[in-house]
């Protein structure tokens, strides 16, 4: 494939102003790493091989996925931090990178700073499950039951996740008490749920459904703001008896800090355009996902304001992470 970063120079266009920038060397120059900063399948796992597959068609070298769990995710998005800025180490992160700004004492990195937001790449819903030995069958039963029971009932999710905050925000909305028990992922999480070690959890379609499907778990709410096209007849958590209620990850690609702009060019022009691709959209829709790019700017903003939005959410609900 050829590359941008030839003898003539990159014509990038911002904010609709067209400039012409030095491209410096060929890129990518080796092998590409995409750092998973969560444990095997779960949203952030599946998206990080199925966009380094898409990049190593594009870009003509391979990228290897390499697993970095722990922290929220955190751990994983420091390799990226601390790597050298030249967009041969990449990742796709989460709404869960953003409530950490908040939710840790001391966060490992800032991530408006230490991050170069590329693109955002799909926006997930969850849905909340119960195992089946629970004696409840809807959002409301669930609520009932945790009134009833004052923090006999616990829920598991990664701390900092969009999971775990959407379901402090189940306890602060219909002022009950269920009690966090912090994992390192979705998988381990539904390990849990599935041997019964667990009451219930806010999981991604892409972990949850083929449980649900075959009826190891129940799925009782989704957790976006309409009902999913997968499963139809699962009532929203707004329509359960908490009106208002809307909680969906996003998940976007980020390099190091001081990327050069040439780089984020290429690649956000290779994500997007991979993106939009027939296979790639309905793998994510079969998933309970939905293509959303945008250009770096865009994406930077997203980042800045889901920041904000979480942080009053997370103090209100006093999760905190030493």
């Not at 390099?255 to 991979?274: D, F, H, K, M, Y």
Request: hydrophobic share 45%; with cysteine; net charge positive.
């Amino acid at each position: 494939m050829r590359s941008i970063f030839g003898v003539l120079a990159l014509c990038v266009v911002t904010s609709g102003v067209a400039q012409t920038t030095n491209p410096g060397p060929a890129y990518p120059a080796k092998p590409l790493r995409m750092i998973v900063g969560q444990p095997p399948g779960g949203a952030a796992d599946l998206l990080n091989r199925l966009v380094g597959q898409k990049l190593s068609e594009r870009l003509g070298q391979p990228v290897v996925v390499e697993s970095r769990p722990g922290a929220g995710g955190q751990v994983g998005a420091e390799v990226v931090v601390k790597s050298p800025p030249d967009g041969h180490t990449l990742m796709i992160g989460g709404a869960g990178l953003a409530i950490n700004q908040t939710l840790f004492d001391k966060p490992l990195f800032n991530m408006t700073t230490d991050l170069t937001a590329i693109s955002q790449v799909a926006t997930y819903a969850s849905m909340i499950v119960v195992h089946p030995s629970l004696p409840v069958k809807s959002m409301k039963e669930l609520l009932a039951l945790a009134r009833a029971k004052p923090g006999a009932l616990n829920f598991g999710a990664s701390p900092g996740s969009a999971n775990h905050l959407g379901m402090e925000l189940v306890n602060m909305m219909a002022k009950v008490k269920m009690v966090h028990i912090g994992y390192k992922g979705t998988g381990p999480v539904l390990t849990d749920l599935l041997g019964g070690h667990l009451h219930t959890a806010s999981v991604g379609f892409p972990g949850a459904t083929p449980h649900v499907t075959a009826g190891r778990l129940r799925a009782i709410a989704v957790t976006s703001a309409k009902r999913s096209a997968l499963l139809p007849e699962l009532p929203t958590v707004a329509e359960s008896g908490l009106p208002g209620y809307q909680v969906t990850s996003w998940w976007g690609a980020f390099g190091p800090a001081r990327l050069p702009q040439p780089i984020v060019a290429r690649l956000n022009t290779e994500i997007r355009s991979a993106m939009q691709g027939d296979d790639v959209k309905a793998k994510l829709s079969a998933l309970g996902a939905e293509v959303e790019t945008t250009t770096p700017e865009e994406f930077s903003r997203i980042v800045t304001t889901e920041i904000a939005r979480w942080a009053p959410i997370v103090k209100a609900s006093g999760a905190k992470v030493n």
